[in-house]
Nanobody
Framework: VQLQASGGGLVQAGGSLRLSCAAS????????MGWFRQAPGKDREFVAS????????YYADSVKGQFAISGDNARNTVYLQMNSLKPEDTAVYYC???????????????????WGQGTQVTVSS
């Protein structure tokens, strides 16, 4: 299984970007998918996740109201709409997928089984 993230780029502060992540390879059905990001010199951090069963979404406090996660379960595709971008949103953004069910809020890296290669988002001031 491979996850391919795309949609990153250079944007001015206040602008928007939409990231996409699609799974390919052997047929599988994910339980949830999520986005993490890693800024230079910092640890990878949780951004948002979506649980397909019920459509529950979870966000880091830092992006709540600014980012929106959505997706297509049947296609194992997840999106991250990022609005009102700030320079501090600059990071490499990674998508991830989890296969099995869990009660977790899907905020930890160990909650996920597969990871994409990352897409760079740079927000200029």
């Amino acid at each position: 299984v491979q996850l391919q993230a795309s949609g990153g780029g250079l944007v001015q502060a206040g602008g928007s970007l939409r990231l996409s992540c699609a799974a390919s390879g052997r047929t599988f059905s994910s339980y949830a998918m999520g986005w993490f990001r890693q800024a230079p010199g910092k640890d990878r951090e949780f951004v948002a996740s979506i649980r397909w069963n019920g459509g529950n979404t979870y966000y880091a406090d830092s992006v709540k109201g600014q980012f929106a996660i959505s997706g297509d379960n049947a296609r194992n595709t997840v999106y991250l709409q990022m609005n009102s971008l700030k320079p501090e949103d600059t990071a490499v953004y990674y998508c991830a997928a989890r296969l099995g069910s869990t009660w977790s809020r899907l905020r930890e890296q160990y909650d996920y089984d597969y990871w994409g290669q990352g897409t760079q988002v740079t927000v200029s001031s």
